[in-house]
């Protein structure tokens, strides 16, 4: 039951702890003027968990285009001792940058069994962002891939950046899959892939 | 005639002090399979010299500088080569490598300077520029960084110096070590020390079950069947010295209202049950259990609500006498339903567990604690779609067509958030409902998985204890806050070695009208 008067029940009067040399030890920052990347590198780390929470207001994390060599590093950083939420956000921020060397690491990565499939799943949402004329072939792959998540990734990635076309592939997709969280998923994908998209701008 | 308390202990199995962390980083070697002989491939992988004589092949027609190559090769099974893709440097790898994190002494002694030795691997010789350093302990956290000379990224290992400002007293030490290339590449390593003491013996006491840094009370239980206060908390003794300690047994035990000194409530004395030794440069651990019955002086405190400082002393064979004091006080608490959504490994299990613990001390650092925990799950065939969140809409379908009935509150735990490429976590109402049914009465979580260095999925445990502890912050009414290190940071929930898990009194008073907050 609510009891919006407990705390006043409570008597909380012992002495705190108490630590002889004190709480507080002085920070002993590297000036980051010399060293562009670390300092950009590690603002990218802050901004990266920046509003994960579904609670906040969003934001649209922008990134600046000195920033592809720093992301693309993160995405190489498979380390078990690193933060994977950095790097799974990272690989999708490199959905924002449309170069042949983001479609390179982001298809790695895809591909890769070894990785992930949180990571898998952002990288191949990524690659359909990057690649969306070729996301239909593109995903069509990873339809029949061995993990039901990245099938059911794939399925929502259809929907992102589907055409047409793109229907036909989920309806067979139907006919064979076995998976019930992939089955739930395609007929949503039915009903969104093909609506009328936003064109690009040509500035 | 008052009753009395009565006391009952144990030994408890415990870790170096110099590897004391139970979630630390594994140190590791990597063979650089380029360039390593034959014999080390099959000494350091723990190849079959066929499958190694192979690899040799493999590197002259071409560099190894991708996993798959190595995949290729015969005479590796697929799980011998998940267990070595981890040990292994390819050609061009863009990485830095931290190995490993010891102390230039091999201990960490209190309130003198010491260094830390970072050892690593860079193999694309990367210009290794910076090494930063983020400790936890009981003080608040702070940051030692350095370059490093060209001397140290030659040798591939650099000491960082704590200078006697930034000694550290006796207790856990959390280092979160980060290493950075002048390109932008980061390592990472998690070590733990416990402090020794440089006195050189000393006794601390610390909440039952501690595993992370910091310092809190220790709880009083109330045990419904034989109507019971049972209070439980860890006796560290450190000995700083290079022989082995012996204790006596006898152990006496105070409690006290209003500090060591003021009203003695209760004491007594018990006979540790077996031998109590102190290795050298080592700890050695025990549990105190107080149970306290209907009557007693321990319970009426605990009954009126007041907090009490228990004292507990010890004798050395050799006549010196160590003693240690920790606040105790009764919790409210709430309990959870830990949903598994989807299918988990078994290690991803034990990981996800160990995380809700980490959320536990994490609300015990508050005087918050659980209540209970029951752990459910939603196999694969029935949760369908929310495996993966993808959108708001999702969350609240899962919420209504889901729930445990009970007054806990329900998390699910996903197995992964695609919803707007960076969230990881929701909660369906600031405060949630405090009754089930709708379409608001839960939380959901990233499990937030990685592939290890063995190729074992695994949880961040650190990440999603934190992780858990926001939205379940969230549930209890609490908004989101701009305050250094606080739990409630709209922003960087979590960064690489940041402690953002304080709560304030001010939150405390705002989660306690909550209708799960309920008093044990």
Not at chain 1, 167 to 192: C, F, H, N, W, Y
Not at chain 2, 77 to 93: C, M, Q
Not at chain 2, 376 to 387: L, N, P, Q, T, V
């Amino acid at each position: 039951m609510a009891n919006p008067g407990i705390i006043d029940e409570f008597y909380n009067n012992e002495p705190p702890p108490t630590i002889p040399s004190g709480t507080q030890r002085p920070s002993k920052r590297v000036d980051l003027q010399r060293f562009d990347a670390i300092r950009r590198r590690q603002e990218l780390n802050a901004l990266l968990t920046r509003c994960t929470c579904g609670d906040s207001e969003a934001v649209v994390q922008d990134f600046e285009p000195g920033d592809l060599p720093i992301l693309l590093q993160i995405a190489h950083e498979r380390d078990p001792n690193g933060n994977p939420a950095i790097r799974k956000h990272a690989v999708r921020a490199l959905g924002q940058f449309r170069t042949l060397e983001v479609m390179e690491v982001l298809w790695r990565i895809t591909s890769d069994d070894l990785e992930s499939e949180a990571v898998r799943g952002q990288a191949l949402l990524a690659l359909a962002h990057v690649t969306p004329s070729l996301a239909p072939s593109l995903l069509k792959e990873y339809l029949d891939d061995e993990s039901a998540l990245i099938r059911q990734v794939a399925v929502s990635a259809l929907t992102e950046g589907g055409d047409q076309s793109s229907v036909k592939l989920v309806t067979e997709l139907l006919e064979r899959e076995q998976d019930i969280g992939v089955r739930q998923r395609a007929p949503m994908a039915v009903q969104s892939i093909g609506k009328p998209r936003i064109p690009e701008s040509d500035m | 005639m008052a009753a009395n308390s009565s006391a009952r202990a144990k030994t408890l199995r415990t870790r170096p002090a110099n590897a004391f962390g139970l979630y630390d980083s594994v140190p590791f070697t990597l063979i650089d399979v380029n360039r390593a002989s034959k014999s080390e491939l099959v000494q350091h992988l723990r190849i079959t010299p066929e499958a190694a004589d192979r690899i040799v092949a493999l590197r002259r027609a071409q560099r190894i500088s991708d996993l798959q190559q190595l995949r290729s090769v015969a005479g590796l099974p697929s799980r011998t080569f998940n267990r070595i893709r981890g040990r292994v440097l390819l050609a061009g790898d863009p990485r830095v490598h931290i190995l490993d994190v010891t102390a230039s002494d091999d201990y960490i002694f209190s309130d003198k300077p010491f260094a830390l030795r970072v050892h690593f691997a860079n193999p694309s010789d990367l210009e290794v520029a910076i090494v930063s350093v983020a400790v936890l302990w009981a003080g608040e956290s702070f940051v030692v960084e350095q370059e490093l000379t060209s001397e140290e990224v030659q040798q591939c290992h650099v000491d960082v110096r704590f200078d006697e400002e930034r000694s550290l007293p006796v207790g856990p030490a959390e280092f979160h070590v980060a290493l950075y290339s002048a390109n932008g590449a980061q390592g990472s390593f998690q070590k733990t020390f416990c402090v020794l003491p440089s006195n050189p013996l000393s006794l601390s006491l610390s909440p039952a079950g501690a595993t992370v840094t910091g310092t809190w009370s220790a709880r009083g239980d109330y045990q419904d069947g034989s109507d019971t206060f049972l209070t439980e908390c860890e006796i560290t003794i450190g000995n700083g010295d290079t022989g082995i300690v012996s204790m006596n047994r006898r152990v006496n035990w105070k409690f006290w209202d209003g500090g060591v000194g003021g009203t003695l409530v209760e004491s007594g004395a018990f006979d540790w049950p077996g031998p109590v030794s102190v290795p050298e440069r080592d700890i050695w651990r025990g549990s105190v259990q107080v149970t306290s019955p209907r009557g007693s002086g321990i319970y009426n405190r605990y009954n009126g609500k007041e907090d009490m400082t228990i004292e507990i002393e010890m004798v050395a064979a050799d006549g010196r006498h160590v003693a240690g004091t920790i606040t105790c006080r009764v919790m409210l608490a709430y309990g959870v339903n830990i949903i598994k959504v989807g299918d988990f490994t078994a290690q991803e299990g034990v990981d996800l567990y160990s995380a809700v613990d980490i959320t536990r001390q994490i609300y015990e650092r508050r005087s918050i604690t659980f209540r209970s925990v029951l752990r459910k799950i939603i196999h694969d065939a029935d949760a369908g779609s929310y495996r993966i969140i993808n959108s708001e809409a999702e969350c609240y379908d899962l919420f209504r067509n889901w729930s445990v009935p009970n007054d806990y509150i329900d998390v699910y735990v996903c197995q992964d958030f695609l919803w707007g490429g960076t969230l990881d976590g929701f909660s369906g109402g600031i405060p949630g409902p405090a009754a089930k049914g709708g379409d608001r009465d839960g939380v959901a979580v990233d499990k937030t998985g990685f592939t290890d260095g063995s190729g074992v999925k695994r949880l961040k445990i650190s990440y999603l204890g934190m992780l858990i502890a926001h939205e379940v912050g969230h549930y209890l009414g609490l908004p989101h806050l701009q305050e250094t290190g606080n739990l409630m940071l709209a922003y960087s929930v979590y960064s690489y070695g940041a402690n953002n898990t304080n709560l304030n009194y001010d939150q405390y008073q705002l989660m306690l009208p909550h209708g799960f907050i309920v008093f044990l």
